[in-house]
Structure formats: structure tokens, C-alpha cells
């Protein structure tokens, strides 16, 4: 489990096709207080980690499956793509954002960019099958990170993106057309699931 908030900035290394996509994600995470086969959120995507290695400097290595590459956009990773890291939650640690599981759900995809003020409020649209888990005010994590939903218009939402949240994640560099992977709030899901039952 995770809670969205993104701790480090990772850059993707290299990427290889060997049956599974495998990629290298160098990191400012202490390596050494990383095991194998822990989860970290890359990009929103809870990846096992089955190698690591500090030269030239810290990174680790995973593998991904074609149902993660079908729903992620992890398949256009390329060498310097900039990507959001989280670890996993621990006992005790602090829930600053909300329950996020690091399971795509579908990408969405940045249809506005609007300047107020210091902050940039971007539109996305989401797949219709997912639009109706999203609601104003609710929570969705975007590329790895937890936000909140300020307006929903079909199957289109509006995020605002304070500088502060720019400067630590990759949303500094988002671009009009970018896919992004989104993971509708899981009480969202489940609500919906036991209406189908009344």
C-alpha cells in the first residue's frame, strides 16, 4: 500500500524487452535499505524490485508484466524519462495522501492546461468505464500521486497543481496529450460495486 505522496524522483536507465519489459530506475533511495522483491510505486505502478545495483549511481531493476504495460504507460518509458517514486507504507508512517494500492486502473489524458495564479490546473479525461469513480472532492492518484479532484464534467476532471507539488514530481513537465496512468479511489470502487447489488 501507498499513499500517494511521491518521495523521490526516479530516471529511467534502460529498458529491455526479454520476454517481460524490464527496466532500470536510478534513485536517491538509500539502496542498501532496499530488499529484493520489495514494492515501490514507480509512476503510480506498484513494481517488485528483483535487482539492484549502485553504479554509476543507485538504481534498482523490475520487471513488467503485458497486462501492466495493456493499462500503464509504462511501455513508453525511455532512457531519461523522469518518473515518481514511493515507497511502500510502513507501520506507523504518516497517511498524508489516502489509500492508494499501486493498481492502475486506465490512463488518462491531459486535455487542458490553464494557469491561476502560481498554480496550473490541468483537465484530463478519463475512459468512460472509469469516469463514474471520479467525483469533486474525491481522491484519485495521477502518475503515482494523490490529488484531489476540484470539478468533474462527464468523463473529464480538473486537478490544481500547487508549485510546491511541480517542484517535487513530474507534474512540472506535463504536456497537452500526455497519458497518465490514473487509479480511481478504491472506496469509489467498492460503493459502486455494492450498488450493482441493490
Request: charged share 20%.
Amino acid at each position: 500500500m501507498f499513499t500517494g505522496i511521491v518521495t523521490d524522483i526516479g530516471e529511467v536507465l534502460q529498458t529491455e524487452q526479454q520476454g517481460d519489459l524490464r527496466a532500470r530506475i536510478a534513485t536517491k533511495y538509500d539502496i542498501a535499505g532496499i530488499e529484493i522483491g520489495a514494492s515501490i510505486a514507480s509512476d503510480g505502478v506498484c513494481l517488485t524490485v528483483i535487482a539492484l545495483g549502485s553504479l554509476p549511481r543507485p538504481w534498482y531493476e523490475v520487471q513488467i508484466s503485458a497486462e501492466t504495460v495493456s493499462k500503464t504507460n509504462l511501455g513508453t518509458w525511455a532512457p531519461g524519462q523522469r518518473v515518481n517514486l514511493e515507497r511502500a507504507l510502513k507501520v506507523g508512517d504518516e497517511l498524508g495522501g489516502h489509500i492508494v494500492s499501486g493498481h492502475v486502473d486506465g490512463m488518462a489524458e491531459v486535455v487542458g492546461l490553464t494557469p491561476e495564479g502560481d498554480s496550473l490546473r490541468v483537465t484530463f479525461r478519463a475512459p468512460e468505464a472509469l469516469a463514474k469513480f471520479i467525483a469533486p472532492k474525491g481522491s484519485v492518484a495521477l502518475n503515482g500521486t494523490s490529488l484531489t479532484v476540484n470539478e468533474v464534467n462527464g468523463a473529464d476532471f480538473g486537478i490544481n497543481f500547487i508549485p510546491h507539488t511541480q517542484k517535487v514530481t513530474t507534474w512540472g513537465d506535463v504536456a497537452l496529450g500526455d497519458f497518465v496512468n490514473l487509479e480511481v479511489d478504491t472506496m469509489a470502487r467498492y460503493v459502486a460495486r455494492l450498488r450493482e447489488w441493490e
